[in-house]
């Protein structure tokens, strides 16, 4: 399995991104897909994603309502979308992959960094003020 996220930058406050990752080597049927990021001295923070449905939670109460989660299936891609950014979105933002070994999951599984078993290499968002 291979992830590729892609689309940080350095952004003004209150400006937009939309990070992307591209899953190879995975069914996308078979797995589910989430956003983290890591702010540097802080730790690793879930902020969303999605099931292998296609249903998506925003997860980190930071990010509510300015952030956006959603999938393409049949492309294998997993998408962020970023409104509004503060500068204290300023982290490296990972897309991992965790395999679905049941029917039904809470979205709220999504959270538990132990189900994922695949990373992508980051990627870094700068939020200036």
């Known amino acids: 399995v291979q992830l590729q996220a892609s689309g940080g930058g350095l952004v003004q406050a209150g400006g937009s991104l939309r990070l992307s990752c591209a899953a190879s080597?995975?069914?996308?049927?078979?797995?589910?897909m989430g956003w983290f990021r890591q702010a540097p001295g802080k730790e690793r923070e879930f902020v969303g994603g999605?099931?292998?449905?296609?249903?998506?939670?925003d997860f980190a109460e930071s990010v509510k309502g300015r952030f956006t989660f959603s999938r393409d299936k049949a492309k294998n891609t997993v998408y962020l979308q970023m409104n509004s950014l503060k500068p204290e979105d300023t982290a490296v933002y990972y897309c991992?992959?965790?395999?679905?070994?049941?029917?039904?999951?809470?979205?709220?599984?999504?959270?538990?960094?132990?189900?994922?078993?695949?990373w992508g290499q980051g990627t870094q968002v700068t939020v200036s003020s």
């Open positions: 080597g995975l069914t996308a049927s078979s797995y589910d």
């Open positions: 991992a992959a965790a395999p679905r070994r049941s029917v039904f999951l809470d979205l709220s599984e999504l959270a538990k960094p132990w189900r994922y078993n695949s």
């Open positions: 999605c099931s292998v449905s296609g249903s998506c939670i």
